[in-house]
C-alpha cells in the first residue's frame, strides 16, 4: 500500500522569506511518480511539480526547487522569497505505476500562509 | 486546450435526495478520475475510467455512488440517497491523451461541493 505523510499541518512565514514543505512517502514499487499540487482558496488542484522514481536530480524552477532523496523517501518543497499569492495548501502526492491505474495517493497537506 | 470543468460548483440538498454531478475532461484525454475531499484533509480515489470503461472503485464508493462515462467522454458521478456523510467536494481529473505515457499528469477541474443538510 502507499502512503503520503505531510507532518506540517500549517506554516506562516513572513513575505520574502523562504520556506521549505516536507513530504514522507511509502511505496513497495521501484517504478512511481511524485507530484505536489497546490490548492488555493478557489478549490482548483493546481499542478506544480512531477518527479519520478529514476531521477533523483533536483532542480529549481523559478522560485520553486525540489530536493528528491529516496534514501529517505522525502520529497521536499521550497519555495524562495514568498509571496502574498503562495499562500494556499500544498499537497504532495505519489503514483505507482504497476497495475495501470494511476491513482493518486495524497497526503493531508500543508496549509502555507504568507503573512504581508 | 480548455481546463476540466465541473459542474455544478455547489450542490445543497436535503437527506435523502439524489444528486447528479458532471465532469468535462480536457479534450483527447482518456483517462478520468473521480476523488473526494473532505475537510481538511487530502482528496481521497473513488474510481477510474479508461475511456469508457470502469477500471477500478475504491472501496469508498458505495452501492448508493454510481459514474458513468459514455463514449469515453464526459462523465457523471451519481450519489443516491444522499447521506450527511457524503458532504464533501468531488473532485473530477483527466490525464494521457492516447498514446501518452505512465506518471502522466492529472488536471483537476474545480470541484463541485456537496452540502448535505
Known amino acids: 500500500a502507499q502512503k503520503v505523510t505531510q507532518a506540517q499541518t500549517e506554516i506562516s512565514v513572513v513575505e520574502k522569506e523562504d520556506v521549505t514543505l516536507d513530504c514522507v512517502y511509502e511505496t513497495r514499487d521501484t517504478t512511481y511518480y511524485l507530484f505536489w499540487y497546490k490548492q488555493p482558496p478557489s478549490g482548483e488542484l493546481v499542478f506544480l511539480i512531477r518527479r519520478n522514481s529514476f531521477d533523483e536530480q533536483n532542480e529549481i524552477s523559478g522560485r520553486y526547487s525540489w530536493n528528491f532523496q529516496k534514501s529517505t523517501s522525502s520529497f521536499n518543497f521550497t519555495i524562495t522569497a514568498s509571496q502574498v499569492v503562495d499562500s494556499a495548501v500544498y499537497f504532495c502526492a505519489l503514483v505507482t505505476v504497476s497495475f495501470g491505474n494511476e491513482k493518486l495517493t495524497f497526503g493531508t497537506g500543508t496549509r502555507l500562509t504568507i503573512i504581508p | 486546450d480548455t481546463g476540466v470543468s465541473q459542474n455544478p460548483r455547489h450542490k445543497i440538498t436535503k437527506r435523502g435526495q439524489n444528486v447528479t454531478f458532471r465532469c468535462d475532461p480536457i479534450s483527447e484525454h482518456n483517462r478520468l478520475y473521480w476523488y473526494r475531499q473532505t475537510l481538511g484533509q487530502g482528496p481521497e480515489f473513488l474510481t477510474y475510467f479508461q475511456n469508457e470503461a470502469q477500471l477500478e472503485k475504491s472501496r469508498l464508493l458505495s452501492d448508493r455512488f454510481s459514474a458513468e462515462r459514455p463514449k469515453g467522454s464526459f462523465s457523471t458521478l451519481e450519489i443516491q440517497r444522499t447521506e450527511q456523510g457524503d458532504s464533501a467536494m468531488y473532485l473530477c481529473?483527466?490525464?494521457?491523451?492516447?498514446?501518452?505515457?505512465?506518471?502522466?499528469?492529472?488536471?483537476f477541474g474545480a470541484g463541485t461541493r456537496l452540502s448535505v443538510l
Open positions: 481529473a483527466s490525464s494521457t491523451k492516447r498514446g501518452g505515457n505512465r506518471g502522466d499528469i492529472q488536471y
